[in-house]
C-alpha cells in the first residue's frame, strides 16, 4: 500500500497551469496574461514546495496524492511521488516562474505565457508520472509547444520534427514491444536498442544533437531553455530504461554521453554566439548527468543527481541572465566587448555568480556533485573518470 501526501499536491500542481493557461488565453493584452502566468506560476510553486516538504517528513521511499481524482477514476497510481522527482518538481516551478518573471514587456508579444503554462502543466506531470505509457504520452505533448512556437514565428520545424517525430516513433515502438508479455525473448534486444536510441535522441547525444543547437537559434530564449532545463530525457531513462535495460544498453548510454559531455564542452569554448554557447554548455553538463545515472555505484548515482539539481537551478539562472542581456541588446555576440556592466551591474553579479555555479565552483552544489560524480566513476572505470574531468576542465575554460 503506497503512502498518502496529506494534500493532493501534485493534483493542484498540475491543475493550475491548465486553468492559467485558460485564463491568459481569453485576456486580451499580454501584460494581463503576465501578472496571471506570474501568480499561477507562483502558486504551482508553492504546491511543488508543499509536497517536497509533506514527502520529506513522511520518510517514505514514494507516495501518491491525497484524494487521488485520477485513481478514483483509471484506477491506477498514474502520479506518484519519490526521492527522486521530490526535489524536481519545485526545481522545475521555479523555472518557469523566474522565466516567466524576468520576460520584458518589450518581449511579451514573442511570447506566449499561455503555452508556456501549458508546457508548465505537462512537464510537472512528467516527473511526477511512473506509468511508462502514460510517460510516453507525456513525453510526447511536450514537443509540441516548442513546435507551435516555432511555426508562428514563421522558423523552420523540420529538423525539430523529424528528430522529435523519430524519438516519439522509437519510444512507442519499443515500449509496445517490451509491453507484449507474450512476445518472445529474442525479442529483448530489438526493444531495448529502439529505447536507447529514442533517449539518446531526446537528450540529444552526439551524433543527433543538432535538433537543439536548431531550437536555440529558431525559437525564443526562454521557450528553450524550458524544454530542455528539467532534463525530462535523463528521466525517462530512470524509468523506461533503467528498470529492466540490459548492460549494454547501460554501457552504451554511458559512452556516447561522455562522448557528448566532453565534445559539446569543446564546442562550447569555440562558440561566438551567446545562445549556442549556452546550448554546447548545457548540453555538456546533462550528458554528465546522464552518464553519471549509470554508474553502479552509491557515490556516482549520488554525484549524478547533485549535479541534475546543481544544473538546473545554476545553469537556469545562467541562461536567464542571457536571455535579460538579449532582452536589451538583441542576439549578444561572443567575439567582442558589450560594456554592459556600467548599466546593468546587478546582472554582470548575476552572470558572474550563476556563471561559476553552473561550472562547479567550490562553495556550489555542483562543486559537491562533481566531486562525488568523478570519485564514482574513477571507482568503477578510470577513463570514465577522465573523461568526466576532461568535459568539467573543458567546460570551466569556456
Same mark, same amino acid.
Given at each position: 500500500m ?14 493550475l497551469p491548465?486553468?492559467g ?8 493584452h499580454?501584460q494581463?496574461? #503576465?501578472r496571471v502566468?506570474?501568480l499561477v *506560476? ?8 508543499g509536497?517536497?516538504y509533506?514527502?520529506s517528513?513522511?520518510?517514505?521511499? #514514494?507516495?501518491h ?5 485520477i485513481?478514483?477514476i483509471?484506477?491506477?497510481d498514474y ?5 527522486l522527482?521530490a ?15 524576468s ?12 503555452m ?13 508520472c511512473? *506509468? ?7 513525453l510526447s ?6 513546435w507551435?512556437?516555432l511555426r ?5 520545424t523540420?529538423?525539430?520534427s523529424?528528430?522529435m517525430?523519430?524519438f ?12 507484449? &508479455?507474450? $512476445? ?8 531495448? /536498442?529502439?529505447?536507447?536510441?529514442a533517449?539518446l535522441?531526446?537528450? $540529444?547525444a ?6 537543439? /543547437?536548431d ?17 525530462? %530525457? ?10 529492466? %535495460?540490459?548492460s ?5 548510454i554511458a ?8 565534445y559539446?564542452a569543446?564546442?562550447?569554448t569555440?562558440?561566438k ?12 553538463h546533462a &550528458?554528465?548527468?546522464?552518464s553519471?545515472l ?5 557515490i556516482?548515482?549520488t %554525484?549524478?543527481?547533485c ?7 545554476s545553469?537556469?539562472?545562467f541562461?536567464l541572465?542571457?536571455?535579460s ?6 542576439r ?9 556592466y556600467?548599466? /546593468? ?14 561550472? $562547479? ?6 562543486f559537491?556533485?562533481m566531486?562525488?560524480?568523478?570519485e564514482?566513476?574513477?571507482g ?7 573523461a568526466?574531468l ?7 575554460i569556456?
Amino acid at each position: 500500500m503506497i503512502p498518502e501526501l496529506h494534500f493532493p499536491w501534485l493534483e493542484f500542481s498540475i491543475l493550475l497551469p491548465m486553468i492559467g493557461a485558460i485564463v491568459c488565453g481569453i485576456l486580451p493584452h499580454q501584460q494581463a496574461a #503576465q501578472r496571471v502566468a506570474i501568480l499561477v *506560476s507562483s502558486l504551482t510553486l508553492l504546491c511543488t514546495a508543499g509536497e517536497w516538504y509533506d514527502f520529506s517528513t513522511m520518510h517514505t521511499f #514514494q507516495a501518491h496524492d491525497h484524494w487521488d481524482m485520477i485513481q478514483w477514476i483509471f484506477r491506477h497510481d498514474y502520479f506518484v511521488i519519490d526521492e527522486l522527482s521530490a526535489p524536481l518538481l519545485p526545481l522545475t516551478s521555479l523555472l518557469y516562474l523566474m522565466t516567466i518573471v524576468s520576460t520584458l514587456r518589450t518581449k511579451l508579444g514573442r511570447f506566449s505565457f499561455g503555452m508556456t503554462l501549458i508546457s508548465e502543466a505537462i512537464v510537472l506531470a512528467t516527473l511526477s508520472c511512473h *506509468s511508462p505509457w502514460m510517460i510516453i504520452t507525456l513525453l510526447s505533448l511536450a514537443c509540441v509547444p516548442p513546435w507551435i512556437e516555432l511555426r508562428r514565428r514563421g522558423a523552420s520545424t523540420r529538423i525539430f520534427s523529424m528528430h522529435m517525430g523519430l524519438f516519439i516513433a522509437l519510444l512507442v515502438l519499443g515500449w509496445s514491444l517490451i509491453d507484449d &508479455s507474450a $512476445g518472445p525473448k529474442s525479442a529483448e534486444l530489438l526493444p531495448a /536498442t529502439l529505447l536507447t536510441i529514442a533517449v539518446l535522441l531526446r537528450a $540529444g547525444a552526439v551524433p543527433v544533437h543538432c535538433w537543439m /543547437t536548431d531550437l536555440f537559434e529558431h525559437a525564443s530564449f526562454g521557450t528553450a531553455i524550458l524544454f530542455v532545463a528539467p532534463m525530462t %530525457g535523463a528521466y525517462a531513462v530512470m524509468h523506461l530504461l533503467l528498470p529492466f %535495460g540490459p548492460s549494454w544498453a547501460m554501457r552504451s548510454i554511458a559512452v556516447l554521453s561522455l562522448v557528448t559531455a566532453v565534445y559539446a564542452a569543446g564546442m562550447a569554448t569555440i562558440q561566438k554566439d551567446a545562445r549556442r554557447f549556452f546550448c554546447y554548455l548545457f548540453l555538456s553538463h546533462a &550528458s554528465l548527468v546522464l552518464s553519471g545515472l549509470e554508474i553502479v555505484s552509491t557515490i556516482g548515482l549520488t %554525484g549524478a543527481l547533485c549535479v541534475w539539481i546543481s544544473v538546473g537551478i545554476s545553469l537556469g539562472g545562467f541562461a536567464l541572465t542571457l536571455r535579460s542581456v538579449e532582452a536589451r541588446i538583441g542576439r549578444v555576440s561572443l567575439d567582442r566587448y558589450h560594456g554592459m556592466y556600467e548599466h /546593468t551591474p546587478t546582472l554582470a553579479g548575476l552572470f558572474l555568480l550563476t556563471g561559476l555555479a553552473s561550472i $562547479g565552483f567550490p562553495g556550489t552544489l555542483g562543486f559537491v556533485g562533481m566531486e562525488l560524480l568523478i570519485e564514482g566513476a574513477v571507482g568503477v572505470f578510470p577513463f570514465v573518470g577522465l573523461a568526466v574531468l576532461l568535459a568539467a576542465t573543458l567546460n570551466g575554460i569556456a
